[in-house]
């Protein structure tokens, strides 16, 4: 998660918007790509051989939001590499954040029409003092987060399986995000985010909706959940505004001048050079 303030947009902020579009253009062999992936899972010893062999035979079988919320290693190695920005992890996943980036577009254009106009999301997880203290000092401000987000309808859900049990970590926080979501504005941003109950792995359960990486949203403030066992549980209130922000918008277009001379990899390389990841960008 990466978080900017309301009056003063920090260009690195900006930057990682520009890594997900410099990812989402380059092009790659897909079967090319999915064999690198499971041998380098194989000797890396990721994933059991199992898991590998049925990824192996049946990736096309079954579509990429299956895949990711499924009980499979994709999900865990994804979002790793995503937060952490691993060059490596990216690179060999770059296939598969393409097709979920896309199915996830696709979805979202088929249920436009059934969509309320406005709706409320939840996500419990837990967070360090430190993201805890840039999350109060951001109020007002832009936040987003790096990784494909799985939120759901149900509020209890997401609070009692997720933002209750975090504060067990004495050195976390307990998070329950509340996302209010106008299906407006993310038509006018290209932000997309799709019901996957009946497509996702487990059907029929947790109401989930899923976002694809670096949905943006804005703080609007914080609040102490009451709980007789802690003093560590939060909710953090937030609207989708996609980038649609006018600031976001200038600061975006000005620095995607520096990268129109490149494409592909190089891209994504010169846009890590420029967050100051020289190391990262010499693995591409």
Same mark, same amino acid.
């Given at each position: ?23 989402? @253009? ?104 430190? @993201?805890?203290? #840039? ?24 609070? !009692? ?9 004495? !050195? ?32 029929? #359960? ?24 802690? @003093? ?12 649609? @922000?006018?600031?976001?918008? #200038? ?34």
């Amino acid at each position: 998660m990466i978080s900017i303030s309301f009056n003063h947009i920090d260009p690195l902020f900006m930057y990682t918007q520009l890594l997900k579009e410099a990812l989402l @253009d380059i092009e790659d062999d897909d079967a090319k790509s999915i064999k690198e992936l499971i041998d380098n899972c194989r000797l890396q010893g990721n994933a059991s051989e199992a898991t590998l062999n049925k990824m192996e035979e049946e990736y096309r079988s079954h579509s990429s939001i299956w895949w990711y919320t499924g009980p499979y290693f994709i999900y865990s190695m994804l979002n790793y590499g995503l937060r952490q920005m691993d060059v490596d992890i990216i690179m060999k996943l770059g296939f598969f954040i393409r097709h979920l980036h896309n199915h996830i577009t696709q979805i979202h254009h088929e249920q436009q029409a059934t969509m309320p106009k406005t709706f409320q999301v939840f996500r419990g997880q837990g967070l360090s003092m430190e @993201d805890f203290e #840039k999350i109060k000092k951001t109020k007002g401000g832009l936040m987003s987060f790096n990784n494909f987000l799985s939120t759901s309808r149900n509020r209890e859900i997401s609070f !009692n399986r997720f933002a209750r049990p975090a504060t067990k970590n004495p !050195n976390s926080v307990g998070i329950l995000f509340v996302m209010n979501i106008d299906t407006a504005i993310c038509r006018k941003s290209s932000t997309p985010f799709a019901e996957v109950t009946q497509v996702g792995y487990y059907k029929d #359960k947790e109401e989930e909706i899923l976002f694809s990486t670096y949905t943006i949203f804005r703080i609007h403030g914080l609040e102490r959940i009451e709980d007789k066992n802690t @003093d560590r549980l939060w909710q953090v209130n937030l609207t989708i505004v996609g980038n649609q @922000d006018d600031d976001f918008n #200038k600061l975006t277009a000005h620095l995607r001048q520096q990268f129109t001379w490149v494409t592909g990899w190089a891209r994504f390389a010169d846009i890590l050079i420029e967050l100051g990841e020289s190391e990262k960008a010499e693995h591409l």
